[in-house]
Structures are given as structure tokens and as C-alpha cells.
């Protein structure tokens, strides 16, 4: 059916981030996605691997040293944000720590406001966060506009060099791909990773002597605990759904919580079960709408993989 319905191209997701992988429809979405592929696979990916291993393992000795209770959700957000930035923008944290702050910054106001009441309003001593919102995003695609031009190195070498629609292609991917929601989703999933284990030291430890295990316990973390709510969806010709009739022109809505919960689809749904996995559901994984699915799917999904992983 994603033939059938489309991305609503008027959404806030299109204002803010413009033409990209995740906003765009039909030809336009598929050659995209081809171009950018590349990006997260083979050589790229290995390369990625490398640096996530090196940030992750600085950043849990940190954590394990500094002797005081942590926040998982906190540490883990700070984390993703260390990764995303030096991954995709060539900004590392211990290298440029002003630059690094800044975007930081900027990123979740960009973010919040994205999420606030679309008004766009400044009066004396206050402005909306849509506003505030729209001000990050400039300062960022300045940022980012710079690092197209100047820097040749890394991911965002790559991402310029590639044949994309135009001249602004680049920069509204990468303002995309550092956009605060990847570190929030990824210190979601890690959050309830971590709860998921804490009181089970057999399944804890199996994880970390299992690979395939792992995986297992991985995708049952994203099955009951999706990071993002679900999508929305425009019927591009009347439809049937399930039984119902959409118009053209109307909205659909999906909820990633009740998908992954499905009866019908998972035996005992709100059960923490990794041998689902190797059982029942073997190679069902595409149940699963934790980061979109099919040609809508998220093209960073094998990175994020990785991520999780390490």
C-alpha cells in the first residue's frame, strides 16, 4: 500500500527539514534513497564502526569512573549526540567543544520549537518556540553550509560529492541527520535496553556472550518499546484499509505501540520474550515500525544497528 499513501507534503517535517529522504514521495524519494545508500553501507559503515566503537567505549569509561548515580536516559542522550555530530558533521566533542556545544544547542531548539505550536511570533522579551525554532535552523544550515564548502573529509565529503537533485539537497540532509530526535530515539531504545537487563543477569550476560542472542533481545526492546510514536499517512486515491474506506485526500494514522502488540501476530504481546525471535516470529522482523518500514524505512537503519550493537 505505500503506493498509496503518501507523505503529507505539507507537513512540518517538510517546512522544517525541506526535500528529503524522508519527506519526499515517489521517484523523487526512491532516487534519493539511492544516492544516500551508499552513505550506510560497505566502507562507509565499517569507517562508522571504527569511530563508535572509540566514542562509545571513552564515554562508558567516563560513566563507569565517575562514581555517582547517572540518569541512563541523560547519559545515553549525550552519547547519540556525541556520535550523530561527529559522525555526520565532523565535529568532535573533545576536538571542538565550542562548536560542538553550540550545534548542540541549536539542535534542540530546532527541535522543540519543531514540536510546538507552528506560530511564528516575536514581540519584545519573548518569541514562540516556532519562531525560536526557525532561528536555530538558519544558524545551523549556516553551520552546515560552511562544512559542505570546506570540509572534504568523512561523511559530509561524501554527502557533497554525491549526485543529489540541487545545490541545497546536501545541506537539508545533514541538517536531517543531526537533527536532536536520532540521539532521543537512540536514548530511548538504550533506556529500556538497559532496564530490560538490569534485573536479569542470565539474559544479560548471554547478550554479551551471543551475537545472535543479542540481535533477539535488541529487536524485542524496539517491539515493546518503539522509540517514536508512528506516522501519518495521505490516501493519494480512495482506499480500502482493513476493512475501511479512506477517501482520497484523508489522513491515516499508525501507532507503532499498538503494531508491535498485535495478538494476532506476537503470542503474549506485552511479555519481554527474545526467543520470540528464534521461535514464533523468525523472520517476521518486518512487523516491526520502530524506524519506518519497506521503502519508507529508515536508511540509517543498519548504522543504527551497529550503534546499539557497540
Known sequence: KSNLFLKDPTDLMT???????????????????????????????????????????????DLSLSGQPECVYSACKRLGTELVLGLFLNVRAEEQPELFQEITQLCTQHWHGLI??????????????????????????DIIKDKLENDKQGFVGSLGSLPL?????????????????????LASLLTSFTLALSGNKQTRRRAMEDPDYLHRVLLEVQRLWPPFIGGRRIAAQD????????????GVIYISHSVHRDPEVFQQPDSFLPERWSGTNTVQEN???????????????????VFLKV
Request: glycine share 8%; with cysteine.
Open 116 to 141: 510546538s505550536a507552528p506560530v511564528n511570533v516575536k514581540v519584545p522579551l519573548w518569541s514562540s518556540g516556532f519562531s525560536t525554532a526557525l532561528d536555530a535552523r538558519d544558524k545551523l544550515m
Open 287 to 305: 512487523f516491526l515500525c520502530s524506524f519506518g518500514s519497506g521503502p519508507r524505512g529508515c536508511i540509517g537503519a543498519k548504522l543504527t544497528d
Open 239 to 250: 482506499s480500502t484499509l482493513a476493512g475501511f474506506h479512506v477517501p482520497k485526500g484523508y
Open 165 to 185: 537533485p540541487d545545490s541545497s539537497s546536501a545541506s537539508q540532509h545533514l541538517l536531517l541527520f543531526i537533527s536532536a530526535l536520532i540521539p532521543k530515539a
Open 15 to 61: 517546512n522544517m527539514y525541506g526535500d528529503t529522504v524522508v519527506t519526499t514521495n515517489g521517484e523523487e524519494a526512491c532516487l534519493l534513497r539511492l544516492s544516500l545508500t551508499s552513505l550506510f553501507t560497505g566502507s562507509c559503515l565499517e569507517s562508522s564502526s571504527d569511530y563508535i566503537t572509540s566514542v562509545c567505549e571513552r564515554c562508558l569509561k
